[in-house]
């Protein structure tokens, strides 16, 4: 086959067969095709799309360019999450050890930061000596054993996405459909669960910016979950200000310890809930909603989700001790209100991109990141400010990044006069 023949008949808008995929997919993983040809080949799905033909088509090859595990022998309900992304959305880091407390086995392969949301495999890199690069075996018997392991992507699950997502991240073509659909679904199935609720962020700070696209993503990911036997639930969340208290590295594991002891924000234990109770239910444990909140409260509130949490960590050789001192940052600076009003509202993706500078994510393969960087919220959407109260800090261990990412910061929120409401965090589906 010839690869710009195929490259070309996506660009004319001519659904592609799941032989021109697969060869096309298995010539850049085994180094065939460059960076660069492959590119063209995404920027022309990104312009077209594809049918939900070519999109099964597409995960199967990237589940099949990999091993898949088996957890047909466990007794347990094999679940997991997934977020397409914001900022501040430490949710897997709490809600994995919640329902591991409650019996539900969570093995989940988390990814590295995209464009200008954090990885949650980053963030949990920050704990010192917490490994994410496990084998298969260790990966599964960590969820046998104590119901949750979060790990990075292997060479051996689904390589073919491994090196197509690193690329998406720096060819803008990390917004396409029939892309994100084929990289989440493909990791996920290739876990062996039964079942998966998806957290679709919709607002300024989501790649999904309106309901009806997010909507679009939704249905299509609910449907090739069915086409694998997999159980596939979908939230909506609002993404119109940063989630939680904090955006950034350590700063997020820190702030996700408070919460697993009790002491999370309010919009970010709203949307925690929302999904664990959708795969509580989906596992039997109980019937309503109300009664699946009220048993990820009583997790929290007797200590058995922050023990999973300690548990996960220990098995992964990570330290929580010092991890506080050794990520201390060197340097802050405040964000505050030049006078009163009303908070209305945050630009969200620029804030994300002020973390990004600030060394939580990267612009480019090789950026380095800073364990000590990241960004705190002292108020939210609809709070009355007065003048000179602080709105967000920042800090990190660069001053020149942390000065130009200050200067973006302070653009990026709006008062009003008049009273706001703050924004539903979750959309009724």
């Known amino acids: 086959m010839d690869v710009k023949k195929i490259i070309n008949k996506k660009l004319s808008g001519c659904p592609l067969t799941s032989a021109e995929l697969e060869f096309i997919i298995m010539s850049y993983v085994d180094n065939t095709i460059n960076d660069s040809i492959m590119t063209d080949f995404l920027k022309s799905v990104h312009q077209n799309g594809m049918v ?9 090859i990237m589940i099949n360019s990999g091993e898949t595990i088996d957890f047909s022998g466990l007794n347990s309900f094999v679940a ?3 977020s397409t992304g914001g900022v501040g959305d430490k949710v897997s880091i709490i809600l994995g050890p919640i329902l591991a407390s409650l019996g539900i086995a969570v093995p989940m392969l988390a990814g590295r930061s995209l464009g200008h949301t954090g990885g949650t495999i980053d963030k949990l890199e920050t704990i010192p000596g917490f490994n994410t690069n496990l084998t298969i075996a260790d990966f599964k018997n960590n969820v046998e054993r104590s119901g949750v392991c979060i790990m990075s992507q292997t060479e051996s699950i689904c390589p073919a996405d491994k090196k197509i997502y690193a690329l998406r991240d720096i060819t803008g073509t990390i917004d396409s459909i029939p892309l994100i659909c084929g990289s989440i679904m493909s990791k996920k199935i290739s876990e062996g669960i039964d079942g998966l609720v ?12 309106s309901l009806s696209q997010g909507k679009k993503l939704g249905t299509m990911l609910k449907f090739i979950g069915e086409q694998f036997n997999v159980s ?3 939230v909506y969340s609002n993404m119109d200000q940063p989630l939680g208290k904090t955006a950034g590295m350590w700063c997020e594991i820190e702030e996700s310890i408070h919460a697993l002891k009790g002491n999370g924000s309010e919009d970010l234990m709203r949307v925690i809930f929302e999904l664990g109770s959708k795969l509580i239910i989906e596992a039997g444990i109980v019937e309503t909603t109300l009664e699946a909140t009220e048993i990820q409260k009583k997790s929290i509130n007797n200590g058995m989700a922050f023990e999973k949490f300690e548990e996960m960590v220990s098995n992964q050789d990570g330290i929580i001790k010092k991890a506080g001192e050794l990520n201390a940052p060197i340097f802050s600076k405040e964000i505050t209100s030049k006078k009163d009003g009303y908070l209305k509202s945050f630009d969200t993706i620029a804030v994300g991109w002020a973390a990004v500078e600030m060394g939580c994510g990267r612009k480019i393969k090789s950026d380095k990141l800073d364990n000590t960087a990241g960004i705190k919220f002292n108020a939210k959407v609809g709070d009355y400010i007065e003048e000179g109260d602080r709105i967000m800090s920042c800090f990190n261990s660069d001053n020149d990044k942390l000065n130009d990412a200050h200067s973006k910061l302070i653009k990026t929120f709006q008062l009003s006069d008049e009273k706001v409401k703050s924004p539903d965090l979750i959309y009724q589906d």
């Open 52 to 60: 939900k033909d070519e999109i099964v088509s597409l995960t199967r």
């Open 198 to 209: 998806l957290d679709i962020k919709i607002g300024n700070g989501a790649f999904m910016r």
């Open 80 to 82: 997991d999450k997934h």
């Open 232 to 234: 596939t639930k979908v």
